[in-house]
């Protein structure tokens, strides 16, 4: 792995995690876990290294998790309810031991994707704008100038972006703040501040976010959405979190870069699959792709990624990218989902989209 980030893997990797008995789980996590005794020793190079060491924290958490578990249960006075929750821990624990491992292989296969090297990218506030209105060098893929904005749906979802004037210093460089607000059934659910920084040449990255996840529960009245979590929130510079980047000034088939870097936390990972996408000439980049929508902004000159977590493995969306728009469409194959730009304000193209 580069300073930036940036190698150039093999083109769409499988990144597919093996089905292993609770056996073998428990032979490759105690093989694992002497390998991390020292993780700066652990053959492979550093990405490998990390993953092993993140594969032991995996596991004192699972084994965490389960004695937090029994504790509850031995606090059960029936006793066929007390025998029911002590099963069901110890089948939670099996599960997330399993996750474990494939998260592991899921890590040590996205190595080979973006390199063995460190990451520790540098993040020289000289190398970045201040001025988000008048930046040196815009990315024509990703705009953020104070004002735009985005609207998304998808079959429950609906998904506003807007750039607002406000800024964060971040590690000495000036991020500004987007506002990301997903509703499911007109509540709140998920309303996220990320924070960007418009490199001088054009490259955005991505220095962190705060989220904050809300849901309802059965029974509430009113039923109001909740504060129920913050996971995923990172700021670079903070408890070892660094920057990523979001979107290559210049990117070319096959490079792969980190967006986030906090680990245990937030963990994605961006392959660039094509840079010259138009509809109709690829099935498998074409896969839940409206076509009008498609037509209407891709030229040849859309740009196509790969996004996954290594904190979810299997599980990856491709994001289609056009110039002077940014994201318009997000497509989740497992879930057989199309999350598609409904209207914006940062092109003349967005008074004419293709509505669904």
């Known amino acids: 792995m580069h300073e930036s980030g940036v190698t150039s893997p093999p083109k769409r990797s499988s990144l597919v995690a093996p089905s292993l008995t609770p056996l073998a789980i428990l032979a490759i996590f105690t093989l694992?876990?002497?390998?991390?005794?020292?993780?700066?020793?652990a053959a492979g190079g550093r990405c490998?290294?990390?993953?092993?060491?993140?594969?032991?924290?995996?596991?004192?958490?699972?084994?965490d998790d389960w004695w937090v578990a029994s504790a509850r249960c031995i606090n059960v006075d029936d006793d066929g309810e007390r025998a029911e929750c002590h099963a069901d821990a110890a089948a939670e624990r099996r599960d997330a031991d399993r996750t474990c491992l494939e998260t592991l292989q899921w890590r040590l296969d996205a190595c080979e994707v973006i390199g063995e090297g460190r990451y520790d990218p540098g993040f020289d506030p000289a190398l970045f704008d201040t001025d988000f209105a008048h930046p040196t060098h815009a990315n024509p893929y990703f705009p953020i100038r104070p004002g735009n904005r985005w609207e998304f749906v998808s079959p429950n979802e609906t998904d506003s972006l807007e750039v607002l004037s406000d800024t964060k210093l971040m590690a000495g460089v000036r991020c500004v703040v987007v506002r990301d607000i997903v509703r499911r059934n007109g509540q709140v659910h998920e309303n996220t501040d990320d924070w960007f920084a418009q490199a001088k040449d054009g490259t955005v990255w991505y220095c962190g976010?705060?989220?904050?996840?809300?849901?309802?529960?059965?029974?509430?009245?009113?039923?109001?959405?909740?504060?129920?979590?913050?996971?995923?929130?990172?700021?670079?510079?903070?408890?070892?979190?660094?920057?990523?980047?979001i979107f290559l000034a210049a990117p070319e088939e096959g490079d792969a870069y980190l967006e986030e870097f906090s680990l245990g936390n937030a963990e994605d990972v961006t392959e660039i699959l094509s840079t010259n996408y138009s509809y109709g000439h690829d099935a498998e980049l074409d896969e839940l792709v409206p076509a009008a929508l498609a037509n209407a902004l891709c030229s040849g000159d859309c740009v196509v990624?790969?996004?996954?977590?290594?904190?979810?493995p299997g599980i990856f969306a491709r994001k289609y990218f056009a110039r002077g728009i940014g994201v318009f469409l997000e497509v989740e194959p497992d879930e057989h989902i199309a999350v598609r730009l409904t209207s914006c304000n940062v092109d003349p193209r967005c008074a004419t989209l293709p509505q669904p």
């Open 32 to 41: 694992t876990t002497t390998l991390v005794s020292s993780p700066t020793q």
């Open 48 to 63: 490998t290294a990390t993953a092993k060491a993140l594969f032991k924290a995996c596991g004192n958490e699972t084994q």
């Open 209 to 245: 976010e705060e989220v904050k996840n809300f849901d309802v529960f059965a029974g509430d009245s009113p039923a109001n959405p909740e504060l129920v979590s913050v996971d995923g929130s990172f700021k670079a510079g903070r408890d070892g979190d660094k920057p990523g980047i």
């Open 305 to 312: 990624t790969k996004n996954y977590s290594l904190l979810e």
